[in-house]
C-alpha cells in the first residue's frame, strides 16, 4: 500500500500464536496498521476455560483504548468501591472508592464471566480481520534476515515478517 506507515507496498504478517486473551487482544490492537494478523490456537474448540475473571483498572483501560470496554461492561458486573464484609455481618463496609483508570463513566473494575469474555475477543479479532486456524501450533521455524518460515503441526506452511 503505498503512503502506508510500513513503507511497504503490501502488508506486514505475523504470526500470533495462542488464541488466548493476549494473541486476541494483539490482533484487535493491529487492525488499524498496515500488518495482516494470523492466529494459530491449539486447542480446536477455541473455548474459554474457567468460571469467571476480575478485569482490574489497566485491564479496563487496555480494553477501552482497543475499543472492546463498553461490550465488557455490557455483559459483566462492574465494580467502583473497595469493601469488606465481617465472616458474622451481612453488611458490607466501604473501604475506598477505587481508581476509574478508563475514565470516569467506567467502573474502577469488572467482573465477568470466562465464557462471555471470550465471545467479546473472538469477535472482536475476527471483525479486526485476523486469519484464525484452530487446532494447530508451530512445530518448526527457519529465520532469514527478511522473513520467517513456519511449519504448522498439520505440516502445512507459512511465511511471516514477524
Known amino acids: ?49 474457567g468460571m469467571g475473571i476480575s478485569l482490574t483498572g489497566p485491564t479496563c483501560r487496555a480494553l477501552k483504548s482497543l475499543g472492546l470496554l463498553d461490550r465488557c461492561v455490557a455483559a459483566g458486573f462492574g465494580v467502583t468501591r473497595i469493601g ?35 465471545r467479546i475477543l473472538v469477535e472482536a479479532s475476527r471483525d479486526a480481520g485476523a486469519n484464525v486456524r484452530l487446532g494447530l501450533s508451530v512445530t518448526k521455524l527457519e529465520q532469514t534476515p527478511e522473513i520467517v518460515h513456519v511449519t504448522f503441526t498439520d505440516g502445512s506452511t507459512g511465511s511471516y515478517d514477524l
Open 84 to 118: 469488606r464484609i465481617e465472616p458474622d455481618a451481612f453488611e458490607v463496609s466501604y473501604i475506598a472508592e477505587a481508581p476509574r483508570l478508563a475514565g470516569a463513566a467506567y467502573p474502577a473494575s469488572l467482573g465477568i464471566m470466562r465464557p462471555a469474555f471470550h
Open 1 to 49: 500500500m503505498p503512503g502506508s506507515t510500513t513503507g511497504r507496498d503490501s502488508p506486514l504478517r505475523v504470526l500470533i500464536v495462542g488464541g488466548g486473551i493476549a494473541g486476541m487482544s494483539l490482533a484487535v490492537a493491529l487492525q488499524d496498521s498496515d500488518i495482516r494478523a494470523d492466529i494459530v490456537e491449539a486447542n480446536a474448540q477455541w473455548t474459554a476455560l
